[in-house]
């Protein structure tokens, strides 16, 4: 049997961005249907040479300026495509100071796997969340009506399928989110945990995990409904507490809801919050950074039945979120198999009947995914 635990990576240089798609958002659609992202410059030049000096940069700014007044038809005559016959303003310096840090932050400072959040114009419209793809090639460019002649540079995104509206940020994060520049690097110690959660419905980084419980047939009318979720949640939780203190050993014996009443420790997971919206989810946060793949891979187990010993031997893992399973694979196997292995057969078969009831009642079910061998 094949377990896809399904769980986003996170590398600890992963940086976030809120990328604003033009004054008033107006090449959201854009940015949307080419799957990319660029900076409102009509026919800036993107070289090296130019992006390593500061004047140089100002120049092709005030360039580029020059071009969008032509496209919108308030000069006559086509500018000069000579960025030296430009010249710097005084007056201008503090704007053009905020355009490079822009062009730098664009051309430079944006890495691949970055995320990137581009805010919409509504309050109620989706936000587009996704991973930067590449690093900037200067000859990637789209012609945009009315600057045709005046390419925009873009770089790829995979914009991710979310579903989140503006309303989902926090005020402290939305607030950050607007400035005048228009490029925004946000603080990951403050927002990693929330954007993270916007983007995956399962991840982990080298300090946390988070995991999306999902209920979607929960009527909204008995919540004695969600007590075998609930249940599951707590009986994981407290196999992981006892792996990690070497004392599985004490669970010989012991039945589903002993373990659960002896075991389960409030420390292990940071937050369990129900999503009540519809349809309804328990959201997970842990500090500590396998748990969730393992509750997430244990209810995907018991949902099919398939939580007992022999299956764990020969269980074989895989994560379909990332080209490979990476550091994670033997660790997150070892969790499975000897918190199974320490477990009575009774207390798993409970589980098993708890995940099937689940499963039946409410549509219990997380990203995790068991593939049958072939």
């Given amino acids: 049997m094949e377990l896809d635990i399904n769980t986003k990576f996170i590398s600890d240089e992963v940086q976030i961005w809120a990328f604003h798609a033009g004054h008033n958002k107006k090449y959201f659609n854009e940015f949307a249907e080419l799957e990319a992202n660029f900076l409102d410059l009509p026919g800036f030049p993107f070289a090296p040479a130019v992006i390593e000096n500061d004047e140089l940069v100002k120049k092709a700014l005030v360039m580029s300026e020059a071009f969008?007044?032509?496209?919108?038809?308030?000069?006559?005559?086509?500018?000069?495509?000579?960025?030296?016959?430009?010249?710097v303003n005084p007056d201008d310096e503090r704007s053009l100071r905020?355009?490079?840090?822009?062009?730098?932050?664009?051309?430079?400072?944006?890495?691949?796997?970055?995320?990137i959040i581009c805010p919409p114009r509504r309050q109620y419209d989706h936000l587009l969340i996704g991973i930067s793809q590449e690093v900037l090639n200067p000859e990637a460019t789209v012609q945009?009506?009315?600057?045709?002649?005046?390419?925009?540079?873009?770089?790829?995104?995979?914009?991710?399928?979310?579903?989140?509206?503006?309303?989902?940020?926090s005020d402290t994060l939305a607030v950050r989110m607007e400035n005048p520049h228009a490029i925004i690097k946000i603080d990951r110690r403050e927002f990693g945990d929330?954007?993270?959660?916007?983007?995956?419905?399962?991840?982990?980084?080298?300090?946390?995990?988070?995991?999306?419980?999902?209920?979607?047939?929960?009527?909204?009318?008995?919540?004695?409904?969600?007590?075998?979720?609930?249940?599951?949640?707590?009986?994981?939780?407290?196999?992981?507490?006892?792996?990690?203190?070497?004392?599985?050993?004490?669970?010989?014996?012991?039945?589903?809801?002993?373990?659960?009443?002896?075991y389960y420790d409030e420390e292990v997971i940071s937050g369990l919050v129900p999503k009540l919206n519809s349809p309804l989810l328990y959201r997970l946060i842990s500090r500590r950074r396998l748990l969730a793949s393992f509750i997430a891979g244990g209810i995907a187990l018991s949902a099919a039945g398939a939580l007992n010993a022999?299956?764990?031997?020969?269980?074989?893992?895989?994560?379909?979120?990332?080209?490979?399973?990476?550091?994670?694979?033997?660790?997150?196997?070892?969790?499975?198999?000897?918190?199974?292995?320490?477990?009575?057969?009774?207390?798993?078969?409970?589980?098993?009947?708890?995940?099937?009831?689940?499963?039946?009642?409410?549509?219990?079910?997380?990203a995790a995914r068991i593939r049958p061998q072939p």
Wanted: hydrophobic share 35%; net charge negative; aromatic share 10%.
């Fill in 310 to 366: 022999d299956v764990l031997n020969d269980l074989r893992l895989s994560n379909s979120a990332e080209a490979e399973m990476g550091y994670a694979e033997d660790e997150l196997r070892d969790i499975l198999q000897s918190t199974v292995r320490a477990t009575s057969p009774q207390a798993l078969a409970k589980a098993n009947q708890k995940g099937r009831k689940g499963q039946e009642e409410v549509g219990l079910k997380t």
């Fill in 68 to 87: 969008r007044q032509f496209g919108r038809g308030v000069l006559a005559d086509p500018p000069s495509r000579n960025i030296n016959d430009y010249n």
């Fill in 194 to 262: 929330e954007v993270f959660s916007l983007a995956f419905k399962n991840y982990l980084t080298s300090q946390n995990s988070k995991l999306d419980i999902d209920c979607p047939h929960y009527r909204g009318k008995n919540p004695l409904e969600t007590l075998a979720a609930q249940e599951l949640i707590a009986f994981f939780a407290a196999l992981y507490f006892l792996y990690e203190e070497n004392r599985l050993n004490e669970i010989a014996g012991k039945t589903f809801d002993e373990i659960i009443t002896d």
């Fill in 144 to 169: 945009i009506h009315p600057f045709e002649g005046y390419p925009f540079t873009y770089r790829r995104v995979e914009w991710l399928p979310t579903r989140h509206t503006k309303r989902s940020l």
């Fill in 98 to 115: 905020t355009g490079v840090t822009n062009v730098r932050r664009f051309a430079q400072e944006i890495q691949p796997g970055d995320i």
